[in-house]
C-alpha cells in the first residue's frame, strides 16, 4: 500500500511519500536506543513538564490537525476536533498522575519476613524502546494513548503508523519534538507493513503494541513471541448492545444510533448487534431504525454532516459484500443498504439496519466496520447473553437494564473487556481498555496502561551487618 494521503470523500490523492530506506530506518533505531538512554533517567517532573507542554500545543493546533484528520480518512470533522480534546486530556492526565501510578510499592513486612529481607519493595523501571503500530481509524487518539504513558514512564516510541494517514503521523513526532522531548524519544517510521517484522525484531526494540485486525495482531504477535517481547494487542470488535424491558427506550435508541455510527461507523468500540428484549423489540426498533435514517451522509468537512464516507473503496465493498450476503440469504434492511445516490464520488455508505440476521450469514461472525447495525430479537436475559457472547470477539459491551440484578449477572456473564450500563462504550485515560477473545489482550490506559511496558522489579535488601 503506498504511503499517501487520499480524500476518501472524492477519491483524490493529494500527496505520496517515500518510504524510508535501509540506511534512514537503521539512523532512527540508533537514535531511539540513544534517547531511551537519556530519557530513562529523567524525573517524573521534567517528563510532565514536557508532556504538559505537548498538551499545550495540541490544544492550540486543534483545527489545523482536526482538519488533516478529516482529511486523510474522512471522520466528520466535530469528531476530529473531539478527538484532538481527548489527546489533550490524556496527555494532561498521565502528565499529572504518572509519578503516583509508578510509585515504589513496599510490600507488608509481615508477608515477606520469610523471605530474608530487611526491606522489600517493587519498582516500575522503563522497558526500553516500544514499537508501536497504529490505525488510521483514530489516527492521533490511538497513538497518544500508548504514547503518553510510555514516554512518562520512561521508554521510548517508533510510530508506524498507518499509510493513509502519513501526515498525521509525522505530525505527532513534531509535536512532541516541539514540546522539548529529547531528539529520537518519538519518532514516525514511513514504513510499509512489509518493513515491519525486520523493525520488531531488532534487539533494540523491546516491546510492541499494535491496535488494528486480527490478521495484523496475529503476525506481530507471532513475530514478537518468536524472540520473546511484550506485546499489547488491541483488535477487532462486534459490541453488543442489549436492551432489556426496564430500558428507557427513547435514551437507548438514541444514544444506540451514535453508539452505531461514531466515526462513520469505524470503531472497535463502536455497538454492531443490537440484542432486543421481545417485550420492547418493536418500540426500540421503530425509534433505532427512525433515528439511523434521519442521519445526514455527506461531506465530513461540512458542519453538518452525521455520517462521512468510508476510509477507502476496499473498505465499503468490504461492508456491501457483508450486508449483500445477508439480504441474500434473508436479512432485511429496514433502512440503507447501499451506496447514497446523491454521492457518486468519495466512498460513502448509508447508515444500515438489517433485521433477521441469522448465524448461516457473514455478518453474524465478522465486523462490520461501517455504519451498519443488526438487529436480533430475544425471548430473555439467558437468550441475550447467549446472543452476546456468539462472537469470536470479545471488546466491550452495552446494556440498557435499570435492574441491579440483571446488571450483575452481565457483568459475570458477558465476555468482554467492559460493560457499560445505560450509555455507550467509551476509552477514558483513568479507565483501562482492552478486550478478550480473539479482540486481544492487555491493556491500554489508566494504571494498568502505563505498567504495561515497564520491568516491574523486585528490590530485595538483605540484613545490614
Not at 494517514?165 to 514511513?190: D, I, K, M, N, S
Not at 470479545?394 to 460493560?419: I, P
Not at 490506559?445 to 515497564?454: A, K
Amino acid at each position: 500500500m503506498a504511503i499517501a494521503t487520499v480524500n476518501p470523500a472524492t477519491g483524490e490523492t493529494l500527496k505520496t511519500f517515500d518510504a524510508l530506506n535501509a540506511g534512514e530506518l537503521e539512523d532512527r533505531l540508533v537514535l531511539a536506543e540513544r534517547a531511551f538512554q537519556e530519557h530513562r533517567t529523567t524525573s517524573f517532573a521534567h517528563r510532565a513538564e514536557l508532556l504538559h507542554k505537548a498538551a499545550e500545543l495540541l490544544e492550540a493546533d486543534q483545527e489545523s490537525i482536526a482538519r488533516t484528520m478529516t482529511t486523510e480518512m474522512g471522520k466528520p470533522l466535530a469528531a476530529a476536533r473531539a478527538e484532538a480534546a481527548k489527546c489533550v486530556k490524556a496527555m494532561r492526565w498521565y502528565a499529572t498522575r504518572a509519578e503516583e501510578l509508578l510509585a515504589d510499592e513496599a510490600p507488608d513486612p509481615a508477608d515477606v519476613r520469610d523471605s530474608g529481607a530487611a526491606r522489600a519493595l517493587v519498582r516500575y523501571r522503563p522497558l526500553g524502546t516500544v514499537l508501536a503500530v497504529m490505525p488510521w481509524n483514530f489516527p492521533l487518539w490511538q497513538v497518544v494513548r500508548f504514547a503518553a504513558p510510555a514516554l512518562m514512564a520512561g521508554n521510548t516510541g517508533l510510530l508506524k503508523h498507518a499509510s493513509n494517514v502519513p501526515q498525521t503521523a509525522l505530525y505527532l513526532e513534531e509535536l512532541f519534538r516541539r514540546a522539548g522531548f529529547p531528539r529520537g524519544c518519538f519518532q514516525t517510521l514511513l514504513i510499509g507493513s512489509g518493513a515491519v517484522e525486520d523493525v520488531l525484531r531488532d534487539p533494540r526494540i523491546a516491546a510492541a503494541t499494535l491496535t488494528g485486525s486480527e490478521p495484523a495482531g496475529r503476525s506481530v504477535a507471532a513475530i514478537a513471541g518468536d524472540e520473546v517481547k511484550k506485546t499489547v494487542l488491541e483488535l477487532g470488535g462486534s459490541d453488543p448492545y442489549l436492551v432489556l424491558p426496564s430500558a428507557d427506550l427513547d435514551k437507548a435508541a438514541a444514544t444506540g444510533v451514535r453508539a452505531r455510527v461514531q466515526n462513520n461507523g469505524q470503531s472497535c468500540i463502536a455497538a454492531k448487534r443490537f440484542i432486543v428484549h421481545t417485550d420492547v423489540y418493536d418500540a426500540f426498533a421503530e425509534r433505532f431504525t427512525a433515528g439511523m435514517a434521519a442521519l445526514t451522509v455527506g461531506d465530513p468537512m461540512d458542519e453538518g454532516t452525521d455520517v462521512g464516507p468510508l476510509v477507502s473503496e476496499q473498505g465499503r465493498s468490504d461492508l456491501e459484500e457483508l450486508v449483500d450476503d445477508a439480504v441474500h440469504r434473508g436479512a432485511r434492511a429496514m433502512c440503507g443498504g447501499r451506496r447514497p445516490p446523491r454521492h457518486p464520488a468519495g466512498w460513502f455508505y448509508e447508515p444500515t439496519v438489517l433485521t433477521g440476521v441469522t448465524p448461516g450469514m457473514r455478518i453474524h461472525h465478522e465486523e462490520a466496520f461501517g455504519p451498519v447495525a443488526t438487529l436480533y430479537r430475544v425471548a430473555d436475559l439467558d437468550e441475550a447473553v447467549a446472543v452476546a457472547n456468539d462472537s469470536p470477539f470479545g471488546l466491550s459491551s452495552n446494556a440498557w437494564t435499570r435492574d441491579a440484578a440483571e446488571q450483575e449477572r452481565l457483568v459475570r456473564d458477558l465476555q468482554a473487556g467492559g460493560v457499560f450500563f445505560n450509555g455507550m462504550t467509551a476509552s477514558h485515560p483513568g479507565l483501562p481498555f482492552g478486550g478478550a477473545k480473539r479482540s486481544g489482550y492487555g491493556r491500554e490506559l489508566s494504571g494498568h496502561g502505563i505498567r504495561e511496558f515497564c520491568n516491574i522489579t523486585t528490590v530485595w535488601y538483605g540484613p545490614q551487618d
